[in-house]
């Protein structure tokens, strides 16, 4: 029989269980709500005639109690399905006149716990707590029935609690701007929280706005007096007066104000129901997520969040669209987080299977996008295949927004097998014709980056000189930060290429010192030293090869014992084939190298034929940030060792 403990109960959003990591398949609704009623008892007895008064009234029809045996009676089954027959239950047992649900583990159970604990830890455990609480927080608790209203609202009130313990300690802690969007947002949700109104105060304040700070203390005075008719408690009020006894103080931004005021009254207005709400938040993460940094990281942690939501109110269309709207360009092929990728893309696999024939056939396109860009950087042929479906269904539309996207997702899986330069360029190419036609000015400039790492490839400086200049003047005039990340690395790469490694070196170094903070880990992991190692490669400087090589450490290693006297052939052995990736045929060349430099021959066999395919190309510079240098000169070594 399969343990009690491993089955775990969602009640924060929609009613679920799983066993063993697996979801359990728990019947219709009136299954779900009569798991979560007794969920809410916390392991005490549900007396029979307590359940019946709850689901059907005081008065109820027919033979309600027969009802309800059979719905236990099915939950048993879906809840232990290895329970041999007429055995005792150990998860939802009988006692007595009623029912009891014991041995398993609920979400809201750990989320009050961490709530708990976060109000009592200092700072650093308080952020990591409070953050792991709202991570938990998929909707609202339980169902919306009369028997769980007071422990929704108390729940509720945990979260909001939450938002404010994790404002707190990132004030703590000193770091007051990753603090203004989250709490932003919760006072606009929730603008009788004078707590909030406190901290987003300190946080502007703290950010260097004091000026916003100030037009936030008197915001919530004005809130507070039109919505309860209150004024400000003593914290808020003498924060108001410490901020106006700064001889410094700068008037408001106007174009701030105005977004405050727009989505303040947003959030306040009656009229957006639930649907329009996380529709609307879906521009709003989307247009976080361009600015980079903790705009980015915020847009990301949101997502997941909206996407949740969405998918607990069971309309997939709805589903869809919350999805597919997240239309983010993008340029990288290693995912900043898997875990909420892969749940994105489980979402959005559902929401395919679940749309009706009649739904917009853009919406299919959209989520097969969505599940291509979620995907890229992995081994699964799932992947390509929804990029190259969704860029088919989209030049069947008149949508080119859709087609973009589509392209987009197509373009991150055109990096494995080696050597796929020019099918690269082409779809950069498409990108630059069907956004400039159209003032798609994100996918403009990712076909223009597209382009400028195609050509690098190449050898083609000129033209992905050309291109590295387009997409730098769209960056400047739409707010486009991210993309000077990457021509910064392209021009560092430029230097490298000319042999001007000290030039080289301090450009690498300029574009690496701000890379931690752009919210893009899955590209700034490892990726220091990896430069410093094509450096020496390329010249034999001594720059150092220390650090932390993360995702490319199995690559790394096998070169690093060649030249340290260690077991260079032992780790070439154990080498696996690097997943797809703007990097493969770089990762690919240090294989090679270390084969060449120990004389392995089947090793070099393998690098041969992994990099046969980009026989002209510089080895890595299709990425855009680095090269090990021509693939047709390491291709010759690699032929003299194997033999061939």
Do not use: K
């Amino acid at each position: 029989m399969q343990p009690a403990a491993s089955v775990e109960v969602t009640v924060l959003g929609a009613v679920q269980a799983f066993r063993g990591g697996s979801e359990v398949a728990l019947g219709g609704p009136r299954h779900r709500e009569l798991l979560a009623r007794l969920v809410l008892a916390r392991g005490r007895v549900v007396p029979v005639d307590r359940l019946v008064a709850d689901f059907w009234g005081e008065e109820p029809a027919g033979d309600p109690v027969a009802a309800l045996r059979t719905f236990v009676a099915a939950l048993r089954r879906a809840l232990e399905p290895e329970r041999a027959p007429r055995s005792r239950p150990s998860l939802l047992v009988t006692e007595g006149a009623g029912y009891a649900v014991r041995a398993v583990a609920v979400d809201a159970w750990r989320f009050e716990a961490a709530v708990a604990a976060a109000a009592r830890a200092v700072p650093e455990a308080s952020l990591q707590l409070s953050e792991e609480a709202l991570a938990l927080w998929r909707g609202a608790a339980y169902v919306d029935r009369e028997w769980a209203r007071a422990e929704r609202a108390r729940l509720a009130e945990l979260r909001l609690q939450a938002v404010e313990l994790r404002g707190g300690a990132l004030l703590s802690l000193g770091r007051p701007r990753e603090a203004v969007a989250d709490l932003r947002a919760h006072v606009s949700e929730h603008p009788w929280r004078e707590e909030g109104w406190r901290l987003l105060t300190l946080s502007l304040a703290g950010s260097g706005r004091r000026a916003e700070a100030l037009e936030a203390v008197r915001l919530a005075r004005g809130t507070l007096a039109d919505e309860l008719g209150l004024d400000p408690g003593p914290a808020l009020r003498a924060l108001e007066d410490d901020l106006l006894r700064r001889p410094d103080e700068l008037a408001p931004d106007p174009v701030q104000q105005l977004w405050e005021r727009a989505t303040s009254t947003y959030a306040r207005t009656a009229a957006p129901g639930p649907r329009a709400r996380l529709e609307s938040t879906v521009g709003v993460l989307r247009s976080l997520a361009v600015t980079g940094g903790p705009g980015l990281l915020a847009a990301r942690e949101q997502r997941a969040a909206v996407v949740a939501a969405a998918d607990s109110l069971g309309d997939p269309v709805l589903t869809a669209r919350v999805i597919g709207a997240y239309d983010v360009p993008a340029v990288w092929t290693t995912l900043d987080d898997p875990e909420q990728a892969r749940r994105v893309v489980a979402a959005a696999e559902r929401a395919l299977r679940e749309l009706p024939v009649s739904a917009p056939p853009s919406l299919r396109a959209r989520l097969l996008a969505t599940v291509g860009v979620e995907t890229r950087g992995t081994t699964s042929a799932r992947g390509p295949q929804a990029a190259r479906l969704a860029v088919e269904l989209a030049r069947g539309l008149d949508d080119p927004a859709v087609l973009a996207f589509a392209l987009n997702a197509q373009l991150l899986h055109a990096t494995s097998p080696a050597g796929r330069s020019a099918e690269r360029d082409a779809l950069g190419a498409e990108l630059i014709e069907v956004s400039s036609r159209h003032a798609l000015e994100g996918f403009l400039a990712l076909g223009h980056l597209a382009r400028m790492q195609a050509r690098s490839a190449v050898g083609d400086f000129a033209a992905a000189d050309r291109h590295a200049a387009a997409a730098d003047a769209l960056a400047g005039s739409h707010e486009r930060p991210l993309v000077r990340v990457f021509t910064g690395f392209y021009r560092a790469l430029r230097l490298a290429v000319g042999g001007s490694v000290p030039e080289a070196t301090a450009a690498y170094d300029a574009v690496l010192a701000n890379l931690p903070s752009s919210g893009m880990p899955g590209l700034a992991t490892g990726l220091a030293p990896l430069v410093r190692l094509s450096l020496t490669v390329r010249s034999g400087a001594a720059v150092g090869l220390d650090g932390e090589w993360g995702p490319y450490e199995p690559w790394v290693r096998p070169l690093l014992l060649a030249r340290s006297g260690g077991d260079a052939p032992g780790a070439l052995a154990s080498v696996p084939d690097p997943p797809p990736g703007l990097l493969l045929e770089a990762v690919w060349a240090l294989v090679g190298l270390a084969a060449c430099e120990v004389g392995d021959a089947a090793a070099a066999g393998r690098a041969m034929d992994a990099l046969g395919p980009a026989s002209g190309e510089l080895a890595g510079a299709g990425s855009g940030l680095i090269t090990l240098g021509p693939v047709s000169d390491l291709l010759a070594r690699l032929r003299a060792t194997a033999g061939g």
